[in-house]
């Protein structure tokens, strides 16, 4: 399985971007998808989680501000990120679960950059 995150870049205080993350490969085997990410000098920390179903969980950081959504027939996640504030900056990285293997996949991860 590969995960190919894009969508990243450098946005002004509130403003919005969307994230996308394709996957490849043995995509049969992706349940659960998300989104994390890594600040420097900090702990990778969930970002949006969504099943295959469609149940999503958020931090409290981005409740109401971000969404998560994935397409199925395109084997894509969606992080859509609104009002961003200077502490969403980060590498945020796409995650792809084999629950039934207990294996996660992860992108190479994309910069967000929100400047105040």
């Known amino acids: 399985v590969q995960l190919q995150a894009s969508g990243g870049g450098l946005v002004q205080v509130g403003g919005s971007l969307r994230l996308s993350c394709a996957a490849s490969g043995s995509i049969f085997r992706i349940n659960d998808m998300g989104w994390y990410r890594q600040a420097p000098g900090k702990q990778r920390e969930l970002v949006a989680h969504?099943?295959?179903?469609?149940?999503?969980t958020y931090a409290d950081s981005v409740k109401g501000r971000f969404s998560i959504s994935r397409n199925n027939a395109k084997n894509t996640v969606f992080l859509q990120m609104n009002s961003l504030k200077p502490e969403d900056t980060a590498v945020y990285y796409c995650?792809?679960?084999?629950?039934?293997?207990?294996?996660?996949?992860w992108g190479q991860g994309t910069l967000v950059t929100v400047s105040s």
């Open positions: 995650n792809g679960r084999d629950i039934m293997r207990g294996i996660d996949y």
């Open positions: 969504i099943t295959v179903g469609g149940s999503t």
